[in-house]
């Protein structure tokens, strides 16, 4: 196969910008907040002459004075020299090569080798056939191989300081998300990109600067390029953050919703942008509450509310309104199947889904005949549906539920859990507390 340089993502990389290094009394990343482990690691790297930088998100958190969820490390020593030095590594990835060092207690620290370019570009130059072994870079091409600006500094272990090559200080400052380059290359180069700008703004609170906004708009079809397992990955992580109210409305602003999920804009046309918009974010707005008050929920809970609020304006919808108590799980399932094409899920999580969106129609029927039924309250599901349903209704501005169990208030007995089968975390004892149930 012929052997010759991947393309390079931009071409500014060859610009002698020199980076902006922020001194440690500048800034506000003590090593106190600093993971012990990725400190071990970063010491270790720069006591054996390589630079150890701390990079990407954990540096963002960290200006922003939140923890990280991760700390990742990137360093000029090889894969092998990394793996040289901890005992406990392992060299991951055929072609893209990381090393994991592995800590008591089943923590990794995830190092790499500064990169030219981004792990999509790489991807597609192996699926090309361009070949390579020229996939390693400077600091400054690393830097640059990033995403938005924010992204893009790195804390020195050396030194302590603060090394900005893409002005994501600024802009951390003013509170802006912006692409590192030209948005609208960056965005054809890969499509995720947008959703994880939304993502970003969503989560800081910071605006999206207008170019970077213009190019999210005009090209937001194109996240259909990018392979369906991975844009599914992004978007569920939106829908845990605490910040999915916003997400939404950025997505639906944009247009990225109704290209990640087609049947959205089929429904938006049916039931208009505004009220559509109004209960997907109103939705999720009670969630992200829940979220930020600890509550605990199963993964089926998130994706049934974000479905239930795409769901709720639809006829076919509504028309699974009975006169008696019925689980339609069946319709409901088929409404879901086409909500979240082209998107793939195990059967026992999309069962779960659909199992709590049902739920919705005997508790609507119990809520109108004022007779909570024991095979209503006594189904394993019923807790998460019922929080599911008070999201619903605080969305509409109506009143939540308060189920009163019939056979003189008794509590709902504990089920035996059959074996395998995966139950909602949330126990029936606290969603009935929760819900002010006697
Ligand atoms: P989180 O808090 O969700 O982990 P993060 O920014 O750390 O946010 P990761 O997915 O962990 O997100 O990615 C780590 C870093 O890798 C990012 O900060 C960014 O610099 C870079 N990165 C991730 N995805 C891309 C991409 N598609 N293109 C360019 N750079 C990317
Ligand atoms: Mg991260």
New binding site residues.
Partial sequence: MAKCAPPVEESFLFDDMKPVVIARPDHCISRKNIDREALKVLYRLKDHGFLAYL????V??LLLGKT???F?IGTNARPEEIKRLFHYSRIIGKRFRLVHVYFKGGKIIEVSTFRRQ???ADREALREGIESDDIYGSPREDAF????TI??LFYNIADFSIIDYVGGMDDLKAGIIRT?GEPER?FLR?P??MM?AV??AA?TGFRIEPATWQAICTHADKIRLCAIPRVRDEWL?DLRSGASSIWAGYMIDSGLMGAVFPAFSRIMEKVGHERFRSIVTGMLKEVDLLVKKGQELSDAFYLAAFALGALHYLPQWQSLASQRVRWPTYEVRFLLDDLLMPYDFKKADRDLVSQLLSSQWPIEYCKATGRWQKRVWSKATFPEALILHNCLMRALGEAEVVVQASGGGKRPRKRRRKRGRKRSRTSKKAAVQEDGTK
């Fill in positions: 990079v990407g998100g954990s963002r958190d990280p969820k991760d990742d981004s792990d999509f191989r990033r995403d938005l992204n893009g590192i960056r890969d995720v990109r994880r993502r970003h989560r992580k």
